[in-house]
Every structure is written in C-alpha cells, then in structure tokens.
C-alpha cells in the first residue's frame, strides 16, 4: 500500500517549536519534490513549504519563511518540517504530499497524507 504518514504535531505554546514527519511506504521517495501544505478550520489550504527530490531547493510561504524550515533524508524516506517561534496563526492540520518530479512546481500531487494536527495555544 502507498501512503504518506505525518507525525508529530500536538499543542505547543505560542514561541514553541515542533517537528513533523512525513514517512513514505509502499514506495520511495528519491523522486518525488515533497510539500508540506496546511489548512486551518474555514480556510483553503496553503502550501507552506516544498524540498525537491535532492533536497537541494526549498521553498516556502512567506509567513513562515525564517521560522520553518523542511529538510528530508532519502535513506530513511522521510522528510521533516522543523517549525520553530510557533504563532497562533499556525494552529491548523498539516499535511505532506509527493509530486513525481525532482522540482517544486504547482501541480497536482499524486499522495497525501492523512494529517497531523498541530495547535498553537497557551
């Protein structure tokens, strides 16, 4: 079966840091460009970041560039979103996804996860 598994999220303060994953099984992911995208309740989702296949460009939404930062390692098929000085304005379920092909680019991407929630609160 292929699937992506995110982990990690919970409820953190505001100024807290967390970081997810996002497992790949059932296939690997040396070339697929990952997103981690982000939809909070009554909003569309938004990307918030992209790794291509190498891991060698990155990219991200402007309102988490400084504080995110996506990072994978092929051997372990895995990727990971270190998300540090966490705002309120984070609070939303995160999702990872796969794309075939080595670059970020919009598109469709051919798996989702299923989701991690992750709440900014004091």
């Known amino acids: 079966q292929l699937q992506l598994v995110e982990s990690g999220g919970g409820l953190v303060q505001p100024g807290g840091s967390l970081r997810l994953s996002c497992a790949a099984s059932?296939?690997?992911?040396?070339?697929?460009?990952i997103g981690w995208f982000r939809q909070a309740p009554g909003e569309e989702r938004e990307g918030v970041s992209c790794?291509?296949?190498?891991?060698?460009?990155?990219n991200y939404a402007d309102s988490v560039k400084g504080r995110f930062t996506i990072s994978r390692d092929n051997a372990k098929n895995t990727v990971y979103l270190q998300m540090n000085s966490l705002k309120p304005e984070d609070t939303a379920v995160y999702y990872c996804a796969a794309a075939w092909g080595a670059v970020c680019r919009p598109g469709i991407y051919d798996y989702w996860g299923q989701g991690t929630q992750v709440t900014v609160s004091s």
């Open positions: 059932g296939f690997t992911l040396d070339h697929y460009h």
């Open positions: 790794t291509s296949s190498s891991g060698g460009t990155t």
